[in-house]
């Protein structure tokens, strides 16, 4: 098995990544500087410290290696890559979102990293995270973090409630109603169960899919070599019910519906305002960083169920490209930044967990605001590869927010059914 830079970087880092010091590098005598660029979207938000500082002592030591990161946000990658790789100005690589592996796989711009990955470092990495990150074959970004998608709620309040555990859908309404509140008795609601990210800008969209998924429904599938689009179905209907009726209904979430982001939503709870989000486990890390005080008042779940549990592992990491120079360089730093000694405070202070199959039993995460989102990692939704996945998840924000904004269900499902046969014809 070949040896990488990696591990001789473990050896001489051991548990001082973040404490400081340093350690004589087997770069060290070498003049010619490598240079790798690469976009990364976390630089745009509060983990940048972070990983500044994991390019930082990676240059430390190898002092050959000048590593240079670039903030981009992950709304905006895919429109920047594609305009550099038109200007043919591409960069080593690039934070991948999910819903460009397929554009980018099609315009020929990624480097299988395999190659250069160490084969007992591939052999480490949990297998649902090497599939999230492959693409007919190839692998498209190396694995560097999962954030699982669960349901993180206020322990406290469910105990004070009765509820002793949210494992459907009856559940979590039931939760989401016990937790909506007029503390102050002036006759207004002001504190509300589910914090619920409804906005048009993906995040609401990928959220909301969870719900029909439950339901029993597979959004779109391969029959006989054709695609069947299955949002027109009886089963999407009332999971999209069970969705708006929670604000429409029942008065459970917060107002200002349709323009509620993850950052707001995530506000909301951080605030003790809401008690229910259904979310990545990188919400963890936004709200206790935004309130310490929730320390040991929070819990986890996975997506609960109407006919299954369902949880996307969103892998994310890092694009290699074609343009890329030195891969066996960068791909050693890609390796180096899933170790131990930064993973498990990476995954501490973020709630973003690590790719590596071992760390999952760490200590770290014996707190039970983890265990439902590590648990949920038990019933991955396969990745879908539907090429108008965009469009129709498109169709699906438009009809959450038509009801929550007055219209009835009848009339949007009549869009629904309309466009699904549309989106049908066209990947046809």
């Known amino acids: 098995?070949?040896?990488?830079?990696?591990?001789l970087s473990i050896m001489l880092i051991g548990a001082m990544l973040f404490a400081g010091g340093s350690g004589e590098s087997a770069d060290a005598g070498q003049e010619d500087i490598i240079?790798?660029?690469?976009?990364?979207?976390l630089l745009t938000e509060k983990e940048a410290p972070m990983i500044k500082a994991m390019a930082e002592k990676y240059m430390e030591l190898h002092p050959n290696v000048k590593i240079t990161q670039i903030g981009m946000p992950v709304n905006d990658m895919a429109k920047k890559i594609t305009a550099l790789a038109a200007?043919?100005?591409?960069?080593?690589?690039?934070?991948?979102?999910?819903e460009f592996m397929g554009p980018a796989k099609d315009m020929g711009i990624i480097l299988d990293p395999t190659p250069y990955l160490d084969q007992e470092w591939l052999d480490s990495?949990?297998?649902?995270?090497?599939?999230?990150?492959?693409?007919?074959?190839?692998?498209?970004?190396?694995?560097?973090?999962?954030?699982?998608q669960g349901v993180v709620y206020r322990a406290d309040w469910l105990e004070e409630a009765g509820i002793d555990a949210i494992e459907t859908w009856d559940d979590f309404r039931d939760a989401a109603k016990a937790f909506t509140k007029d503390l102050d008795?002036?006759?207004?609601?002001?504190?509300?169960?589910?914090?619920?990210?409804?906005?048009?800008?993906?995040?609401?969209?990928?959220?909301?899919?969870?719900?029909p998924r439950s339901f029993g429904v597979d959004e779109a599938v391969q029959v006989d070599g054709k695609w069947q689009v299955?949002?027109?179905?009886?089963?999407?209907?009332?999971?999209?019910?069970?969705?708006?009726?929670?604000?429409?209904?029942?008065?459970?979430?917060?107002?200002?519906?349709?323009?509620?982001?993850?950052?707001?939503?995530a506000a909301y709870f951080a605030q003790e305002k809401t008690g229910l989000m259904v979310t990545g486990s990188n919400a963890l890390g936004q709200i206790l960083s935004d309130n310490p005080s929730l320390a040991g008042k929070l819990g986890s779940c996975a997506i609960p169920a109407e006919v299954r549990h369902v949880c996307s592992l969103q892998t994310s990491g890092i694009a290699i490209t074609t343009s890329?120079?030195?891969?066996?360089?960068?791909?050693?730093f890609l390796m180096f930044i899933t170790q131990e000694s930064i993973a498990i405070d990476f995954a501490k202070n973020s709630g973003r967990l690590p790719v590596i199959q071992e760390l999952a039993e760490n200590e770290a995460f014996d707190d039970p605001m983890y265990q439902g989102f590590m648990n949920a990692?038990?019933?991955?939704?396969?990745?879908?590869?539907?090429?108008?996945?965009?469009?129709?998840?498109?169709?699906?924000?438009?009809?959450?927010?038509?009801?929550?904004?007055g219209t009835s269900i009848d009339d949007a499902m009549e869009v629904v059914i309309e466009k699904a046969a549309d989106l049908e014809a066209q990947y046809n």
């Open 87 to 98: 200007s043919d100005d591409l960069p080593d690589g690039f934070f991948m979102p999910t």
């Open 125 to 148: 990495v949990i297998p649902g995270c090497l599939a999230d990150a492959t693409m007919d074959g190839q692998l498209m970004f190396v694995p560097w973090h999962y954030i699982p």
């Open 185 to 211: 008795g002036d006759g207004r609601t002001d504190q509300w169960g589910f914090s619920m990210v409804s906005t048009r800008n993906g995040s609401g969209e990928t959220r909301f899919i969870n719900w």
């Open 230 to 265: 299955n949002i027109d179905t009886e089963e999407f209907k009332n999971a999209l019910k069970a969705f708006t009726d929670l604000a429409v209904v029942d008065g459970t979430v917060p107002p200002g519906l349709t323009e509620t982001g993850y950052p707001e939503a």
């Open 35 to 41: 240079e790798i660029t690469y976009y990364d979207t």
């Open 324 to 332: 890329c120079e030195h891969p066996e360089v960068f791909a050693d």
């Open 377 to 405: 990692a038990q019933y991955v939704y396969p990745p879908q590869l539907f090429p108008g996945n965009g469009e129709l998840l498109d169709i699906c924000g438009e009809a959450y927010t038509t009801i929550l904004s």
């Open 1 to 7: 098995m070949k040896k990488g830079l990696m591990f």
